[in-house]
């Protein structure tokens, strides 16, 4: 299996659970970004339900990744768009694990606001992406050398 392949398989893997973990699991995931004293809180149910936008915007992105995996379309051999769908896989992962530093440079849960980086569930979250970005990155450094 090449390291893009690879890549491509984590991808897919990882889009997948957070679309499960989103959509399917939205209890679990107030659980995970909500304290326990404030989850009577009347906004925790609309805190619940939006976070099944999130679970539907990785769906789509991880069936991309397990189609390029496992169908190969023809497209999909040129360098170019290998790079660009890389590029693009990276700047999805990227875009998960930014929005975490803020979080994480003000130490995590203040209080009953932001979710506890550095432990549990969302340290977990925000490594995987971390990684991913920096591997999917990788993979693109690697095809523009091809170029």
């Known amino acids: ?9 984590l991808n897919t893997l990882w889009f997948v659970a957070a679309f499960i973990q989103f959509s399917i699991a939205q209890g679990n995931t107030l659980k995970i970004l909500v304290p326990r004293e404030e989850r009577g809180n009347p906004i925790a149910p609309t805190l619940k339900a939006s976070v099944a936008f ?5 769906l789509p992105i991880g069936l991309l990744s397990l189609y390029l995996l496992a169908v190969r379309p023809s497209f999909f051999g040129a360098n170019d ?5 890389f590029l693009f896989f990276s700047a ?3 875009s998960q694990f930014v929005y975490n530093l803020p979080v ?3 130490g ?3 209080g009953v606001a932001y979710w506890p980086v550095l432990k549990g569930p969302m340290l977990r979250i ?11 990155l990788a ?3 690697l095809l523009s050398l091809r170029v």
């Open 1 to 9: 299996m090449r390291f893009s392949d690879f890549i491509l398989f």
């Open 54 to 58: 999130l679970g539907g915007m990785n």
């Open 81 to 85: 768009a290998q790079l660009a769908l």
């Open 92 to 94: 999805c992962h990227f």
């Open 104 to 106: 994480l440079m003000r």
């Open 108 to 110: 995590g849960r203040v």
């Open 126 to 136: 925000f490594v995987i992406d971390a990684t991913l970005f920096a591997a999917n």
């Open 139 to 141: 993979v693109a450094v």
